[in-house]
């Protein structure tokens, strides 16, 4: 028997907007709540399978989202803390932002579905001391911002250094990349502190 641990980021089209600069209209804000969910959890159900769902604060304030969110819950899924705006740059924040941030989407995705969240992940999976020692003080139970990958193996067994990869892949001026999280990737694969 197989184990895995299904996730889905509930990134809905106007944070990915916010985050990348382009407009989203009106009627297209929503549309992984109004078209993509429905598709996971009918594929979910067919296939037995619970999943944790990371979600974003400020569509949980929104009454279609938050009607979705209780039911995702009545039928066995998790719900966790995505922050409350999604901003990419989440961990470079100011420690008082930060904490905001994650008290906001805290609040709205308890008062919208009754469920205290133990889980967060961070936009763009960045993460700093200051973000874990803000979850840990909120009571938050786990972090799963990490990509660890078996690729990252791969740069090792090459003799590469992580300092030599990150010369080698350095990002473009501005751009938010995840080269700059490269000793993140070769982080355990199974649960740690």
């Known amino acids: 028997?197989?184990?895995?641990?299904?996730?889905?980021?509930?990134?809905?089209?106007?944070?990915?907007?916010?985050?990348?600069?382009?407009?989203?209209?009106?009627?297209?804000?929503?549309?992984?709540?109004?078209?993509?969910?429905?598709?996971?959890?009918?594929?979910?159900?067919?296939?037995?399978?619970?999943?944790?769902?990371?979600?974003?604060?400020a569509d949980a304030e929104q009454s279609l989202p938050a009607a979705m969110l209780r039911d995702l819950t009545a039928t066995g899924h998790r719900l966790a803390n995505h922050s409350y705006s999604h901003n990419l740059r989440l961990r470079s924040l100011e420690e008082t932002a930060i904490r905001e941030e994650v008290r906001r989407a805290h609040e709205a995705i308890h008062a919208s579905t009754g469920i205290k969240p133990i889980g967060f992940r961070a936009p763009g999976y960045g993460i700093s001391k200051t973000l874990l020692q803000v979850l840990t003080e909120q009571g938050y139970r786990y972090d799963s911002s990490l990509m660890p990958t078996p690729i990252w193996r791969s740069v090792s067994v090459a003799g590469w250094t992580t300092s030599q990869a990150l010369r080698y892949l350095k990002p473009t001026k501005g751009a938010v990349s995840h080269v700059q999280r490269l000793p993140y990737f070769a982080a355990p694969l199974s649960p740690h502190r």
């Open 1 to 57: 028997m197989s184990v895995a641990f299904v996730h889905v980021d509930l990134d809905d089209v106007w944070a990915l907007g916010e985050c990348y600069g382009f407009p989203v209209p009106e009627d297209e804000r929503h549309w992984v709540y109004r078209d993509g969910l429905p598709r996971f959890v009918e594929i979910f159900r067919e296939f037995g399978i619970k999943a944790t769902f990371f979600v974003v604060g």
